[in-house]
C-alpha cells in the first residue's frame, strides 16, 4: 500500500499539532503562573529574597521547593506545656532585664529563639539555614527575624541604637511568640 497525503491533509496535520504545542504550552505557562502564585502566596517577601538573591524566579522557586523538602525530612515538634512554660518564664525574664540592660537583652533574645528552635527540632546550623529552614512554616516573621538578628549580632562591632534595640527585641517577641503556637502537621503559616 502506497500513502500518498494531498496538500490539504499535510496542512490539517500540521495545524494540528501546532494547535497541540499551543495548548501544551499554555498549560505549562499557566502550571507556573499558579506555581509562582502560591509560593509568592507562601513565602512573602522570603520569595522576593530568594529572586534576588538567586537572580531569577526561576532558580529562586527551585531554592524554595529545596527549603521545603529538607524541612519535611526534619523532625519539627510542638513543645510540650511545660516546656513551653519554661520558655515563657525566661521571655520574661529576657524582656524585664531590657529596661536596665538593653544590649543584653537583645542578645539573650537571639539565645531563647535559637533555643526554642532546637526545642522544636530545628538543628542548630549557620543563622542563614536556620532562617531558610524556619521560613518554610513562619514566612510572616522572617523580616522580622532577620531584621532582630542583625540587630544582635551588630553587638560586638557597632552600637545599635535604643530604638533599634527596642525595635529588635519587638521583633524577637513576634517571632518567639510565633514558635510557641502548636502546628497542626502540615500547617504553613501564609505570608499574606
Do not use: C
Not at 15 to 20: E, G, N, Q, W
Not at 58 to 84: G, N
Amino acid at each position: 500500500m502506497d500513502f500518498q497525503f494531498t496538500n490539504t491533509q499535510i496542512a490539517l496535520a500540521v495545524a494540528a499539532l501546532v494547535l497541540i504545542l499551543a495548548i501544551v504550552l499554555a498549560a505549562y505557562l499557566q502550571h507556573r503562573k499558579t506555581r509562582t502564585l502560591a509560593l509568592k502566596n507562601r513565602f512573602g517577601s522570603e520569595y522576593d529574597r530568594a529572586v534576588v538573591t538567586h537572580g531569577s524566579a526561576q532558580k529562586a522557586e527551585a531554592k524554595l521547593a529545596d527549603r521545603e523538602t529538607r524541612v519535611e525530612a526534619l523532625k519539627i515538634r510542638d513543645l510540650a506545656p511545660a516546656e513551653r512554660e519554661r520558655f515563657i518564664t525566661q521571655w520574661e525574664g529576657v524582656q524585664a532585664r531590657f529596661v536596665d540592660h538593653p544590649k543584653a537583652a537583645v542578645t539573650e533574645a537571639d539565645d531563647l529563639v535559637n533555643a526554642l528552635l532546637l526545642a522544636r527540632g530545628y538543628p542548630q546550623t549557620t543563622f542563614e539555614q536556620r532562617a531558610a529552614d524556619v521560613s518554610v512554616t513562619y514566612p510572616r516573621v522572617m523580616e522580622n527575624y532577620r531584621l532582630a538578628n542583625d540587630v544582635a549580632a551588630r553587638h560586638g562591632r557597632l552600637e545599635a541604637t535604643t530604638e533599634e534595640l527596642r525595635t529588635a527585641m519587638i521583633q524577637y517577641r513576634a517571632i518567639f511568640d510565633e514558635l510557641l503556637q502548636p502546628q497542626k502537621p502540615g500547617t504553613v503559616l501564609s505570608a499574606a
